[in-house]
């Protein structure tokens, strides 16, 4: 049974910086594209960062472009999101997510992720 588990979220001001890891386990995952997501209060799971299988292919939504780095460490089966500059409307559920069917490519759709974690709050304060 695959397992993804969130950790690292918190409160923080803006400005701050955190650091979300996502733990993946499960004897049947093994190649996988990974991403985070993130929903807020009382809006729809927006895509946040992707990365591909071997961590050569990433991806972001704009709003966060040039202060979040996605990165994974593929051996642990480990998943990050650095987040720095963090912003108030950063203010959201962020949800671990992999993608264990078409990994070249990390997809920016919610329905392309077969796995999901059950989510770390990240709230930052102005």
């Known amino acids: 049974q695959v397992q993804l588990v969130e950790s690292g979220g918190g409160l923080v001001q803006a400005g701050g910086s955190l650091r979300l890891s996502c733990a993946a386990s499960?004897?049947?995952?093994?190649?996988?594209?990974a991403a985070w997501f993130r929903q807020g209060p009382g809006k729809e799971r927006e895509f946040v960062a992707g990365?591909?299988?071997?961590?050569?292919?990433?991806s972001y939504r704009d709003s966060v472009k040039g202060r979040f780095t996605i990165s994974r460490d593929i051996a642990n089966k480990e998943t990050y999101l650095q987040m720095n500059s963090l912003k108030p409307e950063d203010t959201a559920v962020y949800y671990c997510?992999?993608?264990?069917?078409?990994?070249?490519?990390?997809?920016?759709?919610?329905?392309?992720?077969?796995?999901w974690g059950q989510g770390t709050q990240v709230t930052v304060s102005s």
């Open positions: 997510a992999a993608d264990s069917r078409n990994w070249a490519v990390p997809s920016g759709t919610i329905g392309a992720y077969n796995y």
């Open positions: 499960g004897r049947t995952l093994f190649t996988y594209a």
């Open positions: 990365i591909n299988w071997n961590g050569g292919t990433t």
